[in-house]
């Protein structure tokens, strides 16, 4: 994985810490140490599969003598019927991590699932798919890395990761009596010289305002696929163009033809549905 160790502890032990509270009471009452169990992580809708390494990582968090083997690694599509996956070692170990396994497991396969469905609408057209910054808050690393494992491209991590003038900075300089030009200006001569700057335009006339004011990047934001195509012919080969906005499978490949380069939606991780995947437990 490409998530340091030390952060994917933290978020692991974050989950653990929430499901487990002051024990699991019953497992601890029913299932005695010495009893062993096997598991399969089995697999009951199409998708890409996503998250296989974190659930790794949570049950030995809880018990490192639980050996969990990867059949099917992160990153491949699967299909109903697979198993990617089968877990051995003390029983009263597995049921403790176990919810907390699939609910990764089962959060990032559908992220990776949405992810692969949009880059595949676009197949063939110059335009890379990326995420936007409305994660679960913790969870950002494992959501942006679910969307790069269906295909994605990742925007901002954080605040600190990009230049992003948007509507509401605009207002602010309204106020302020400050220009587009000057604040751009401004913020280039204390930010890292491989920081871009982007600004969120609405119609044609802050596309140009924009673009004169030192803009690198053009976020389109709720603009039809004329208008964003009408932007795209006037600025192209001075700045980059990225669509954004109410992106939907149904829509997004109108949108890619206008001509952008980035296509960015929220709903990949602000609204994914988690692909159905179960861990079928039994005694070892």
Same mark, same amino acid.
């Given at each position: ?10 978020? #692991?032990?974050?989950?653990? !810490? ?39 990582? #949570? ?24 198993? #990617? ?103 280039? !001569? ?10 969120? #335009? ?83």
């Amino acid at each position: 994985m490409d998530i340091p160790n030390i952060e994917l502890d933290r978020i #692991v032990d974050n989950a653990l !810490a929430e499901d487990l509270g002051w024990g699991d009471i019953t497992t601890d009452a029913f299932v005695p140490p010495q009893i062993k169990g096997k598991g399969s992580f089995l697999i009951k809708a199409k998708g890409v599969l996503a998250g296989i390494e974190v659930s790794q990582r #949570v049950f030995h968090r809880v018990d490192r003598s639980l050996v969990l083997k990867i059949l099917i690694p992160d990153g491949n599509h699967i299909d109903k019927g697979m198993v #990617v996956g089968t877990i051995d070692g003390p029983l009263n170990s597995i049921l403790k991590a176990e919810r907390t396994a699939l609910n990764f497991l089962q959060r990032m396969s559908g992220i990776a699932t949405a992810t692969s469905q949009l880059v595949e609408a676009v197949s063939g057209l110059p335009v890379k798919i990326m995420d936007t910054r409305k994660t679960v808050p913790g969870l950002r690393m494992l959501d942006k890395y679910a969307v790069h494992l269906g295909g994605g491209k990742n925007h901002r991590f954080h605040l600190g990761d990009g230049i992003l003038v948007k509507d509401n900075h605009w207002e602010a300089l309204k106020v302020s009596g400050e220009t587009l030009a000057q604040a751009i200006q401004r913020v280039k !001569a204390r930010a890292s010289i491989f920081l871009r700057v982007e600004v969120e #335009v609405k119609n044609m006339a802050e596309a140009l305002e924009a673009v004169a004011a030192g803009a690198e990047i053009l976020l389109l934001d709720n603009m039809t696929p004329e208008q964003m195509r009408q932007v795209v012919q006037k600025v192209k080969g001075k700045v980059l163009t990225e669509a954004s906005g109410n992106v939907n499978l149904q829509n997004v490949r109108v949108v890619a033809e206008s001509g952008v380069d980035f296509i960015s939606s929220g709903a990949l991780t602000h609204s994914v549905k988690s692909l159905d995947i179960s861990l079928e437990v039994g005694m070892g």
